[in-house]
């Protein structure tokens, strides 16, 4: 079993930034790939970013992210983050943290965990 908990999410404006963290516990952290995905209001879940497991590697990123947001992890600390820049509006949504023990997570990955998720609010 692995739980997650994310925090970081809050009310902005547009164009600011905001970093979310997501606190891994309950396994070996390293087995782990690990990935960002959004819900907007009347949306499907969307996957905005993940990193491989091990030590990271090469990450991915939904293309209305790309240049924005930056996903990493700190195996010591058993943390992924998000770091969101530039951000719009449209990015309103509830983020997830979400670990797939050891494939990578891609667009059609089903994760074996999930957080609660973080609510995130752009303001015009």
């Known amino acids: 079993q692995v739980q997650l908990v994310e925090s970081g999410g809050d009310l902005v404006q547009a164009g600011g930034s905001l970093r979310l963290s997501c606190a891994a516990s309950g396994s070996i952290f390293t087995l782990y790939a690990m990935g960002w995905y959004r819900q907007a209001p009347g949306k499907q879940r969307e996957l905005v970013a993940s990193i491989p497991s091990g030590s990271g590697g090469r990450t991915n990123y939904a293309d209305s992210v790309k240049g924005r947001f930056t996903i990493s992890r700190d195996n010591r600390k058993n943390m992924v983050y998000l770091q969101m820049n530039s951000l719009k509006p449209e990015y309103t949504a509830v983020y997830y943290c979400?670990?797939?023990?050891?494939?990578?997570?891609?667009?059609?990955?089903?994760?074996?965990?999930w957080g609660q998720g973080t609510q995130v609010t752009v303001s015009a």
């Open positions: 979400a670990a797939k023990r050891r494939e990578d997570i891609v667009v059609h990955t089903t994760p074996d965990y």
